[in-house]
């Protein structure tokens, strides 16, 4: 349904690259993610394939148009709510929505089945403008207008940033509605968690693909063993975690540190809770438990060392650390 084929895209006569060589192919009714943080190349992205730019090089299709030659077919089966509210401020939630239908040869009526669930969430503010609306009925109005002529293909570019977290909710839930109309989704998200509701993602830094796979899995090609420790103080954890010699990689994750260590592989011990017990307390022969004496030494009370599995965001951080990640459009 959306196919790149080495799609490059650069500013500032070529000094800034924002995407480079980006391959992708986005099968019908899927909903896909595209994963990264900001400055990642989303958005430029988004704006190729809506045709609101011109890529340097490679070729790009959307339902098997192509962006360049076939913009104006494009543009009329497509909706695209981009990362900015971009909707008349001054205009009334039903101003908005009359005019977009009334843009795309339609009414409000002929597809009202398709946002009636959304819809009805804000129809009790229809007359309210725009500009004085929440931002998860900003939200909800724009994937409104960008549904309202019933698209082939909805783009959604960072929708639920500076959302709060019941609204974010409430959005992957009307999108898992629209995947079950058949309409194909391409949606963008600084968020890891929300990588979890897609059919596929794929994960994206510097305008590069790192990898591309269902969630679970990109999750089981994690290569190590990954540790969960805590203590009382994480700030010094941190930096002691950090300076022993055989930790491969440290990051905080809220409250506890997210660990792997250099002589380890997948497999080796069970998922269990390893607890420092003071002097002369058996240990296994795994590396987690070698750093409870150590912690131990530099003033560091009663750490928990766990094994734990992996998210998103530490496969992330993991390929960012891999000179050359393997990317797979299957």
């Known amino acids: 349904m959306i196919t790149l084929d080495k799609i490059t895209k650069t500013y500032n006569k070529g000094a800034i690259k924002a995407v480079t060589d980006v391959s992708l192919d986005i099968r019908r009714s899927e909903l896909f993610g595209l994963i990264g943080p900001d400055g990642a190349g989303k958005s430029t992205l988004f704006r190729i394939l ?7 090089s490679g070729t790009a299709t959307v339902n098997n ?3 360049v030659k076939d913009f104006a077919k494009i543009r009329s089966s497509v909706g695209y709510m981009p990362g900015r ?7 009334t939630i039903e101003e908005n929505l009359h005019f977009f239908a009334t843009v795309f040869g339609t009414t409000i009526k002929e597809n009202y089945n398709l946002i009636k669930d959304i819809y009805q969430q804000i129809e009790p503010f229809k007359d309210r403008r725009a500009g004085k609306l929440s931002g998860g009925m900003k939200q909800k109005l724009a994937l409104c207008c960008a549904l309202i002529h019933k698209p082939a293909v909805l783009f959604l570019d960072e929708p639920t940033t500076g959302v709060d977290v019941v609204s974010r909710k409430e959005f992957w839930e009307m999108l898992a509605r629209l995947k079950a109309e058949g309409i194909t989704i391409l949606v963008s998200t600084p968020y890891m968690d929300e990588a979890n509701r897609c059919d596929r993602i794929a994960l994206i830094q510097k305008g590069s693909i790192l990898s591309v796979d269902t969630p679970a899995g990109i999750i089981a090609k994690f290569p190590m063993d990954l540790y969960g420790i805590r203590a009382a103080n994480t ?8 300076s022993y010699s055989n930790t491969d990689s440290c990051f905080a994750f809220g409250d506890a540190l997210h660990v792997t260590f250099k002589d380890h592989s997948p497999g080796d011990t069970p998922h269990v809770t390893f607890k420092d017990h003071g002097p002369g307390a058996p240990t296994a022969a795994n590396p987690a438990n070698d750093l409870l004496p150590y912690l131990r030494s530099k003033g560091i009370s009663d750490p928990t060392i766990e094994k734990i599995t992996p998210g998103i965001e530490d496969c992330f951080i993991h390929l960012l650390g891999t000179p050359a990640a393997a990317t797979s459009n299957n």
């Open 85 to 91: 509210f971009s909707l008349y401020q001054d205009l």
């Open 65 to 67: 148009l192509d962006v």
């Open 50 to 56: 809506t045709t609101l730019l011109l890529p340097d």
């Open 235 to 242: 700030h010094q954890l941190l930096r002691e975690v950090r």
